[in-house]
């Protein structure tokens, strides 16, 4: 099944180029935007500065969780796996890690539809298997959870 939704999303590739360029700027270039974003929000509208170092540290260690996640249960890329796909772009770590931080409800739910996009256009991109970017929300959902609760 993993396989069957990756191919669905990948397949929307190499149709255009300008969807391609797209595709490669939301899976690439974005996630950073995103990053400054999300930042500049928490500096603006977030007025506590503990709950802002709470959210800082807590982003940082889901990224670490994701880093210690990615080693003990290696998988390999889908353009290592499959020969007939070419990646768009060079994959690398992203630090953001689709991360869904305790914002305010409209912000929140701006950041998933980020999350969601992004996510979108790394399976496209032919970077990441849909179980990957599932296991990515499940953990800002798990991190996003501790922090609105803790």
Avoid: C
Avoid at 6 to 14: I, K
Wanted: net charge positive; hydrophobic share 60%; glycine share 4%.
């Amino acid at each position: 099944m993993n396989d069957s939704i990756f191919f669905f999303f990948y397949n929307l590739a190499h149709s255009s180029e300008l969807f391609d360029q797209i595709v490669i700027f939301v899976a690439d270039i974005f996630p950073y935007i995103v990053v400054i974003l999300a930042f500049l929000f928490l500096i603006f509208y977030k007025k506590n500065f503990k709950e802002t170092i709470l959210i800082f540290f807590s982003s940082a260690f889901a990224w670490f969780l994701a880093y210690v996640l990615k080693f003990l249960f290696h998988t390999q890329r889908p353009f290592d796996l499959f020969p007939n796909v070419v990646s768009l772009f060079p994959a690398f770590a992203l630090f953001f890690n689709h991360k869904k931080i305790g914002l305010s409800t409209q912000a929140g739910y701006l950041f998933i539809f980020f999350a969601f996009l992004i996510g979108a256009s790394r399976i496209i991109a032919g970077v990441h298997f849909p179980v990957d970017i599932l296991g990515g929300f499940v953990l800002g959902f798990f991190i996003a959870f501790f922090v609105k609760n803790r």
